[in-house]
């Protein structure tokens, strides 16, 4: 079983929908990242969170650390949000100290939005 | 600023050979990682690299080796590739300093190794 799982796999949603998707981890975290990742390689940063909550536009980025679980939602969707979404934990070291460069990555979320 | 940039961008090698990638990271940052994302295995961690100096690696044989400069710029080589080597193989760097947080990791494009 992988220490991060992603689901669902694939998603197909027709613009202007809510979408969520679920990532669960099953070690102690410092932080868990959500990035994006557009064809041709690209991988861009959208949240990196601890606790709570966080909102960027219309993405918004949850976590619940005893579940062990964050969610990615994605309001009005639109087909630039078209792309591979990958949560990304970071294991927990103890402090600030530790490496933080070795993320555990979950198998992403292929989201294709139809006009 | 400028980003995060990889070169090259492409690469097409034969098995047996060795390569050697480079990465620049975003002026003033010291941290730089390196990742291999493969369509079976997704992506994985290979090393973290801090002022010239190996944080952390991931589980990779050691035919895989990094290596940080000076002035923050990183390169990976691989040698005696194998055909299971063929991935994007991508930096990330950030403006991490040790003990005072959890830093953002900014990514550059990427490295697209072909092994033949």
């Known amino acids: 079983k992988n220490e991060v799982e992603q689901s669902p796999q694939n998603l197909t949603a027709q613009e202007g929908e809510f979408i969520t998707i679920n990532c669960s981890y099953s070690v102690g975290i410092s932080a868990l990242h959500w990035l994006q990742q557009h064809p041709g390689g690209g991988i861009v940063s959208l949240f990196m969170?601890?606790?709570g909550k966080k909102k960027h536009g219309r993405l918004i980025a949850t976590i619940n650390i005893q579940e062990k679980h964050s969610s990615l939602h994605i309001t009005a969707s639109h087909p630039r949000d078209s792309a591979v979404y990958i949560c990304a934990a970071l294991p927990y070291q103890g402090n600030y100290g530790g490496s933080q460069g070795n993320l555990i990555f979950g198998k992403g979320t292929k989201l294709s939005v139809k006009p | 600023k400028a980003g995060v940039t990889q070169t090259p961008r492409y690469l097409i090698k034969t098995r047996g050979q060795q390569v050697t990638l480079s990465c620049s990271p975003i002026s003033g940052h010291r941290s730089v990682s390196w990742y291999q994302q493969t369509p079976g295995q997704g992506l994985q961690f290979l090393f973290e690299?801090?002022?010239?100096?190996?944080?952390n690696k991931g589980n990779f044989p050691g035919r895989f080796s990094g290596r940080q400069f000076s002035n923050s710029r990183s390169e990976m080589n691989v040698s005696t590739l194998e055909l299971g080597d063929s991935a994007l193989y991508l930096c990330?760097?950030?403006?991490?300093?040790?003990?005072?947080?959890?830093?953002?990791?900014?990514f550059g494009p990427g490295t697209r190794l072909t092994v033949t």
């Open positions: 690299y801090f002022s010239e100096t190996q944080r």
């Open positions: 990330a760097s950030s403006n991490l300093r040790p003990g005072q947080g959890i830093y953002e990791q900014y």
């Open positions: 969170l601890s606790s």
